[in-house]
């Protein structure tokens, strides 16, 4: 029988939770890793500011409970606030590679000083998108498009001005979410939002999000170390 990995998820909010326990945990489920996603306590403001201390609170709350489990993060790099590690180490022009890069090291670094007792070098798995969840969404411009009935050219011409869907952002104002709700005023993220997500699917997101992929890629191997 081959092994599993049961991991707990911190997420910013309820349209990270639902979307995890929607789309994301029956596909890992299959390659038997098991996702429980967690709302952040105390959840930051709406808009963000998600503080390191609450986040760190909640992360050896888990790794503490159940010894024989995984601890993971989901939370976005626009979204996190200023005592966040790391973020004096991101330049301007950074890729959304290197930003996750140099906030989930940093993050790695500031846990493992606090609960190596709890091996969370080997059980901690942060991971730092570079924005909201919608990002993703823009992975099928032709599914998004004609979900929230927009012509499929406005789409295609977002992810050239920005590169690709994890480049989507430059400000508040221009979030993913905040350029599908210009299109679309009843766009909601728990509904509309995880419907396009599952109507798109998880393969199609990580071939077109290399930071998210980087994510799954290190959840599924896992079990292979269990």
Known sequence: MSNSAAITVIVEGPAEQRFIKDVLAPYLGAKNVFMTPI?????????????FVRARNDIARHLKQRKDAYVSLLVDYYGIGRDWPGL????????????????????????????????SDVRFVPHIAIHEFEALLFSEPA????????????????IQECGEPEAIDNSRHTAPSKRIEQLYRRFKKTSTGIAIAKAIGIDRMR?????????LTLLESLPENT
Do not use: N
């Open 143 to 158: 599914i998004l498009a004609r979900a929230i009935q927009a012509d499929p050219q406005s789409i295609e011409a977002i």
């Open 88 to 119: 004096d180490a991101i330049r301007p022009g950074a890729s959304p590679s290197d930003i996750s890069t140099a906030i989930c090291t940093a993050t790695q670094d500031a846990i493992d000083d606090e609960l190596a007792d709890y091996r």
């Open 39 to 51: 709302i952040l306590s105390k959840s930051g403001q709406k808009g963000g500011d998600v503080r």
């Open 207 to 215: 071939a077109q999000c290399p930071v998210f992929d980087g994510w």
